[in-house]
């Protein structure tokens, strides 16, 4: 089992330039605050927020 999980893990960093971050896991409150910083960074890409732009974008429409 755990050899397994290190062949996956040495192929998951032989591969990291095909992932769109990357976090390392020496310091687990460091990790875990970069993390939340993915996290955050994930929820305000152009793409979700459209529903709250959207909005916005009207408003500004009906000034003009």
């Known amino acids: 089992m755990i050899q397994r999980r290190l062949r996956g893990a040495a192929e998951e960093v032989q591969n990291y330039t095909q992932y769109d971050f990357v976090l390392i896991n ?7 605050a970069r993390l939340a910083t993915i996290v955050k960074a994930e929820r305000l890409r152009k793409a979700r927020m459209e529903e ?7 408003s500004f429409e009906k000034i003009k």
């Not at 020496?26 to 875990?32: F, H, N, Q, Y």
């Not at 709250?52 to 009207?58: A, F, G, Q």
């Open 26 to 32: 020496r310091d687990i409150e460091e990790a875990s």
């Open 52 to 58: 709250e732009v959207r909005p916005i974008l009207e």
